[in-house]
T-cell receptor, first 111, second 117 residues
């Protein structure tokens, strides 16, 4: 059965802290790993990873994929209250637009 | 460029009724997929359409159906609504790469919030 597991499910930190969110996957015909941010509305695309060991960066956010160990991490440095959201990890499979999502990590940044 | 547009945004239906939700993908995107999001089950894949054909289907009962039109717009229908169908229904679209393989970046609409009472 295809599955994506995220950890932790919930995380509360103080503004300025650095956080690491984890995502492991087991899917057939894996194509890519995507990260989304969701704040009570549509998931907003953050990163798409297809190759192992190549870090993608966007401002204070970065992500990397390990295709041998089947996991990915999302790092957020110098967190801000605006980073509070649910972060979703999803595995894209084969030639389809089908995404298998993890449960999400609810990140709360306290001032 | 307009994003993925979904209508209606909010609706309330009674058990046993049916509902139709609409999705207009990003201009030029021909691959459309639908997802159901609930607090208990998270985001789950419903189905994917490309060129008016369903290419993939998730593990949902036959009450859930969809279709895609020649302009790539898509609709999904849920018949005989149950309380458990209350959810956020999300539509996503992506461009296509060579070989009609969906692009890796999949964009979501704002969703349609369905409440069944």
């Amino acid at each position: 059965e295809d599955k994506v597991v995220q950890s932790p499910l919930s995380l509360v930190v103080h503004e300025g802290d650095t956080v690491t969110l984890n995502c492991s996957y087991e899917v057939t015909n894996f194509r890519s790993l995507l990260w989304y941010k969701q704040e009570k509305k549509a998931p907003t695309f953050l990163f798409m990873l297809t190759s192992s060991g190549i870090e993608k960066k966007s401002g204070r956010l970065s992500s990397i994929l390990d295709k041998k160990e089947l996991f990915s991490i999302l790092n957020i440095t110098a967190t801000q209250t605006g980073d509070s959201a649910v972060y979703l990890c999803a595995a894209a499979m084969g030639g389809a637009q089908k995404l298998v999502f993890g449960q999400g990590t609810r990140l709360t940044i306290n001032p | 460029k307009a994003g993925v547009t979904q209508t209606p945004r909010y609706l309330i239906k009674t058990r046993g009724q049916q509902v139709t939700l609409s999705c207009s993908p990003i201009s030029g995107h021909r691959s459309v997929s639908w997802y159901q999001q609930t607090p208990g089950q998270g985001l789950q894949f419903l189905f994917e359409y490309f060129s008016e054909t369903q290419r993939n289907k998730g593990n949902f009962p036959g009450r859930f159906s969809g279709r895609q039109f020649s302009n790539s717009r898509s609709e999904m229908n849920v018949s005989t609504l149950e309380l458990g169908d209350s959810a956020l229904y999300l539509c996503a679209s992506s461009a296509l790469r060579q070989g009609n393989v969906p692009g890796n970046t999949i964009y979501f609409g704002e969703g349609s919030w369905l409440t069944v009472v």
